[in-house]
C-alpha cells in the first residue's frame, strides 16, 4: 500500500512538472505568434483605409447592443462611449434587465425617452417579459428595452437582437468603454470581406485606475491594486497576444462577451444566445463555427488587436474568485455540448488545436496544478522529494511564466505602448512577477471550483459585479475624475446562489 | 523526482537571466521611444508650416529637397486630405524628393509590408503611369498587398484597371469583394460601361458586387440589365438581392413589377425583404398591393421590411396599414410599429449630436 501511495505522489508530481513545461511551450508558442502578428501589424499602421471605410456607402450599419442589470455607476458613460462612435451608421439597443437601481431613471432623463410600439425583426425565444420599448428624443439613435430579468445576460442580448434592425451587431457591457474608432477598426473585416467574415473582436483593457471623462479614455493608467495590476497583465497576455495568435491558426474559440462584432443573419440562424450558458460568448462562438463548418460554408473568425475596448475588471479578490468561477464552469458547460469537436478534424484548427488546448489546459489544468502541488508537498514531507528539487522545479515554472508575461509587455511597449508613464511600466513588470508567485496559484483554485459546479451540474447563476463606474456625477465640467474609487459597502453584490 | 535535476537548475537560471533582460530592454525602449516621439514632435511642429506655405506658394519644392525624412510622412498624412492644385503640390514634392522613385522600387520588395505600402504610396500619388506594377500586384502572394494594390489602383483613378479589379474577385489568389467595391467606387463614374458589362456576362461575385455598385451611383441606364438579374430565377440569390437593392436605389418605378414579384413570390427571404424595401424606396403606390400581400409571409423580416415600405408610401401606404393594424394575424402588430415608427414626431438622429 505504502509502495502504492509512494509511486502516485511521485506519478503526480511527474504530470505536474510535464503539464506545466507542455503548457507553457504550447502558451509560448501562442504568444510568439501573437506577437509575430501584431509586429506585422505594426508596419501598416496609418494605411488601413479607416478614413475610407468611414467614408464607404459599402460599409454595414451596426447595431450596438448593451445589457445592462444595476448599472447605475458607468451606464451613461458607456452610452455615451458608444453613441458617439466615428461610425457611419449605427443604432445603440439597450437592455434595462429588471434593474433595481437608478438604471433606466438616469438614461430615460439624459435621452428624455418616450415609449414606442415594440417593432421586433426577429423572434428569438425570451424569458424574461419585455414590460416597454422606448426610444430616445434627443435625436440619438438609441432603442431601450425595459424587461424582466431571469437572471441571465444571455436572456437581455436575445432581447436586444429581437429588436435590432442593422445587418452587424456589436455585443458590449454595460460597464465598458469602447473607445472613438473602436468600432470602425472592428468592422473593417467585415467591409473588406463581406461573404467570409462572420465575427470580429478586439482587445479588453482593464479601464481601473484609468483618466476618464464622460465616456472618453482620457490617460490609461495603472490601477494601484495589485489585484488590478495581475489582470491587466493577464489581459494583455490573453487579449493582445493570445486570441491574435489562436486567430491567425483560424482557431479562435472566444470573442469576448464585452466587445465583439457579429453578422446579425448568422447568430439569428444558430438562434441567437444560448440561454443556458455561462460562457455564452464563447458559446457563441463556437456554435457559429460548428454550424457553418457542418454546412461547408466559407467563413472568418477575426481577431483586431488594435481595437480596444476599455472594460472594469474585479478589484476585490472576493469578485474576482466568483467571476473565475464562473468562467470555469461556463468553459466546462461549453466543452461538454460541444464535446463532439474535440479532436476532430472535421471541425479544422478549432477541433484539433483550440479545443484540446482549452480542455487540457484551461478546465483540467487546475485539477492537474492543484493535486500535483499537494502531491509535490506531501512527497516533501514524507521526504520523497528533496526541497532543492522541488525549488529547481518551481523557480523554472514560475521563470517560464514571467517570461510569458514580460513578453506580452513586450510586445505591447513596442507596438501600441498605451501606458505613456514609466511607472506604470514598472508597475506592470512587478506584477508579470507577482502574478506567477501567487495569483496563479489562487487562480487555479477559483477555476477548480469552477469545474466542480459544472461536474456538479449546477444550474446557471450570473453573479452582478459591484461596479465603481468611470468618473463621477458630481464631477464639474471638464475636470477629469480617476476611475478608481472605493466601492461602497451597500453595493457589493453577493451571489445568489 | 530524487535526483538533483541539473539541468532543470540550468534551464532555470537560463530563463530568469532571459527575463531580466527582456525587462530591461522594454524599460530602454521605453526610454527611447518618449526620446523619439518628442523628437519627431518637435521636428513635425517646424515642417507642417513650411509645407503649408509651400502650399500657398511661398516656398518651392526644391527649398524643401532637403528637410528630414519626416516632412515625408506629414506630407503623406496630408495627401489624401487634399484636392486640386493643392494634392498636385504635394505629389511634386514627394516626386522632386523621391520619394516616389522609391516606392515603384519597393513594389518588388522581399517584405509584404513594403510591397504593400509602396503600393499605397503609388496610388495616393494618383499618377496612372504606375498602373501596370499595381495590377501586378493584384495577383501577389500576400493578401494584404493585394488588398492594398486593390486600394492603390482605386486611388489612381485608372479606368484601365476596372477589368483587373473585377478579375481578381474570383482569381486564384482572390481580393475580397469589399475591397474591390470601395476601390470601383473611388475610380467614380468613369467605371460604369464595365460594371454594367459585368452585370451581364461576369461571374455570379463580379455581377453581384456590380449590381450593388451600378445602385450606388444611381445609374438609370442600368435598369433594365438589373431588372432581367432580378427576374431571372436562375440567377445566384446574392445577384438577385443585389439587383432588387440596386433597384431602389435608382428609384426606378419601371422595375416596380419585377420588384413586386419578388416581394410576393420568391422563396428566399432575404430577397423578398430586399425586393420590399427597395419598392419602399421608390415609393410608388401602384406597389402597395403586393406589399400588402407580403405583409402576410411567414417570415418576420419579411412582414417588417414590407410595413416599413408601406409606411413610406403616402398617403396610400400608410392608409393599408391602418386597415391591417386594425384586424387580426400577424401582420397586425408590425402595421402599428410600423405607423407608430413614422407618426411618434421623433427627431431625425442629428450629426455631430456627441
Known amino acids: 500500500m505504502r509502495e502504492f501511495v509512494v509511486d502516485a505522489l511521485l506519478a503526480a508530481g511527474w504530470v505536474l512538472t510535464a503539464h506545466v513545461a507542455l503548457f507553457h511551450l504550447v502558451t509560448l508558442l501562442l504568444v510568439l505568434a501573437g506577437a509575430r502578428r501584431v509586429w506585422h501589424n505594426r508596419h501598416w499602421r496609418g494605411v488601413e483605409g479607416h478614413d475610407e471605410t468611414f467614408a464607404s456607402p459599402l460599409t454595414p450599419a451596426v447595431s450596438i447592443l448593451v445589457p445592462a442589470h444595476d448599472e447605475e455607476a458607468g451606464i451613461l458613460d458607456t452610452l455615451s462611449a458608444a453613441l458617439g462612435q466615428k461610425y457611419p451608421a449605427l443604432e445603440v439597443v439597450l437592455v434595462d434587465d429588471g434593474s433595481t437601481d437608478r438604471t433606466f431613471a438616469l438614461v430615460a432623463e439624459r435621452y428624455a425617452l418616450r415609449e414606442v410600439t415594440p ?62 474608432e473602436a468600432l470602425l477598426q472592428v468592422s473593417r473585416p467585415f467591409v473588406e470581406d463581406p461573404d467570409n467574415v462572420v465575427a470580429a473582436g478586439g482587445v479588453i483593457r482593464a479601464a481601473n485606475g484609468a483618466l476618464t471623462d464622460r465616456g472618453t479614455m482620457v490617460e490609461p493608467r495603472l490601477s494601484r491594486r495589485w489585484v488590478v495590476r495581475v489582470q491587466v497583465i493577464e489581459y ?38 444560448d440561454p443556458n450558458s455561462l460562457a455564452e460568448d464563447a458559446e457563441l462562438v463556437v456554435t457559429i463555427q460548428e454550424h457553418l463548418r457542418r454546412q461547408r460554408r466559407p467563413h472568418r473568425v477575426v481577431f483586431v488587436p488594435q481595437t480596444v475596448c476599455w472594460t472594469e475588471v474585479p478589484e476585490s479578490w472576493q469578485v474576482l474568485g466568483r467571476q473565475r468561477k464562473r468562467w470555469s464552469h461556463g468553459l466546462g458547460q461549453l466543452l461538454w455540448k460541444h464535446r463532439r469537436m474535440i479532436g476532430n478534424p472535421r471541425y479544422g484548427p478549432i477541433g484539433v488545436l483550440a479545443l484540446p488546448f482549452f480542455l487540457l489546459f484551461e478546465l483540467l489544468g487546475p485539477v492537474i496544478e492543484v493535486v500535483g502541488v499537494a502531491a509535490v508537498v506531501t512527497s516533501m514531507a514524507l521526504g520523497l522529494v528533496e526541497p532543492a528539487v522541488a525549488g529547481a522545479v518551481l523557480v523554472l515554472a514560475v521563470a517560464l511564466g514571467v517570461l510569458l508575461s514580460a513578453t506580452a509587455i513586450a510586445v505591447e511597449e513596442l507596438t501600441y505602448h498605451r501606458y505613456g508613464r514609466g511607472r506604470d511600466l514598472l508597475g506592470l513588470m512587478g506584477a508579470a512577477v507577482v502574478e506567477h508567485l501567487w495569483f496563479r496559484w489562487v487562480h487555479s483554485w477559483y477555476r477548480l471550483r469552477g469545474l466542480a459546479a459544472a461536474l456538479a451540474r449546477r444550474s446557471p447563476v450570473w453573479t452582478a459585479m459591484p461596479r465603481v463606474g468611470f468618473s463621477g456625477d458630481a464631477a464639474p465640467a471638464g475636470l477629469l475624475v480617476p476611475a478608481e474609487r472605493p466601492v461602497p459597502a451597500d453595493r457589493l453584490v453577493r451571489a445568489a446562489s | 523526482m530524487t535526483v538533483v535535476p541539473g539541468p532543470v537548475l540550468l534551464a532555470g537560471t537560463g530563463v530568469t537571466g532571459l527575463v531580466v533582460l527582456l ?56 495627401l489624401p486630405q487634399l484636392r486640386g492644385s493643392d494634392r498636385q503640390v504635394l505629389r511634386d514634392l514627394l516626386v522632386s524628393r523621391g520619394v516616389v522613385d522609391r516606392a515603384a522600387e519597393q513594389v518588388s520588395a522581399r517584405a509584404p509590408w513594403r510591397r504593400g505600402r509602396a503600393a499605397m504610396l503609388l496610388g495616393a500619388t494618383g499618377s496612372t503611369r504606375y498602373t501596370p506594377d499595381l495590377v501586378t500586384l493584384l495577383g501577389d502572394r500576400s493578401p494584404d498587398v ?27 489568389r482572390p481580393v475580397p469583394s469589399g475591397i474591390v467595391g470601395m476601390a470601383l467606387l473611388d475610380v467614380g463614374t468613369a467605371a460604369l460601361p464595365a460594371l454594367r458589362a459585368a452585370l451581364d456576362s461576369g461571374a455570379a461575385p463580379a455581377r453581384a458586387l456590380s449590381a450593388g455598385l451600378l445602385g450606388l451611383h444611381g445609374d ?11 427576374d431571372d430565377p436562375g440567377a445566384p440569390t446574392d445577384v438577385r438581392r443585389a439587383a432588387a437593392g440596386a433597384l431602389g436605389r435608382i428609384g426606378a418605378p419601371q422595375a416596380g413589377d419585377a420588384l413586386s414579384r419578388a416581394t410576393v413570390l420568391a422563396t428566399d427571404p432575404a430577397l423578398r425583404s430586399a425586393a420590399a424595401e427597395a419598392l419602399g424606396r421608390i415609393g410608388d403606390p ?30 396610400e401606404g400608410r392608409d393599408r396599414l391602418r386597415v391591417l393594424g386594425a384586424l387580426d394575424g400577424p401582420a397586425a402588430p408590425a402595421a402599428r410599429a410600423a405607423l407608430d415608427a413614422v407618426s411618434s414626431g421623433i427627431r431625425r438622429p442629428l450629426a455631430g449630436a456627441h
Open chain 1, 119 to 180: 417593432r421586433p425583426t426577429a423572434d428569438l425565444p425570451v424569458d424574461g417579459a419585455i414590460l416597454s420599448v422606448h426610444r430616445a428624443t434627443t435625436g440619438d439613435p438609441l432603442l431601450v428595452i425595459r424587461k424582466d430579468s431571469v437572471g441571465r445576460r444571455s436572456d437581455a442580448l436575445n432581447a436586444a437582437l429581437n429588436h435590432a434592425r442593422h445587418p452587424l451587431v456589436c455585443m458590449v457591457d454595460a460597464d465598458s468603454l469602447l473607445e472613438n
Open chain 1, 236 to 273: 494583455l497576455r490573453s487579449f493582445l497576444l493570445g486570441r491574435t495568435g489562436w486567430a491567425d491558426a483560424q482557431a479562435l474559440l472566444i470573442i469576448s462577451g464585452a466587445f465583439g462584432l457579429f453578422r446579425r443573419d448568422v447568430v439569428l440562424e444558430v438562434g441567437g444566445m
Open chain 2, 23 to 78: 525587462l530591461l530592454s522594454v524599460g530602454g525602449a521605453h526610454l527611447a521611444r518618449r526620446r523619439r516621439e518628442r523628437r519627431d514632435a518637435s521636428r513635425r511642429a517646424e515642417l507642417t508650416p513650411l509645407i503649408y506655405s509651400l502650399l500657398d506658394g511661398e516656398q518651392t519644392t526644391r527649398s524643401l529637397a532637403d528637410a528630414p525624412a519626416v516632412l515625408d510622412d506629414v506630407v503623406l498624412h496630408l
Open chain 2, 146 to 172: 493585394r488588398s492594398a494594390a486593390t486600394r492603390a489602383l482605386g486611388k489612381a483613378g485608372d479606368v484601365a484597371a476596372v477589368p483587373h479589379l473585377l478579375a481578381a474577385l474570383t482569381a486564384v
Open chain 2, 220 to 230: 438609370l441606364p442600368a435598369t433594365a440589365a438589373l431588372t432581367a438579374a432580378l
Open chain 2, 286 to 315: 401602384e406597389c402597395v398591393p403586393a406589399l400588402a400581400a407580403g405583409m402576410s409571409a411567414s417570415d418576420l423580416r419579411v412582414r417588417t421590411a414590407c410595413a416599413d415600405a408601406l409606411a413610406s408610401i403616402t398617403p
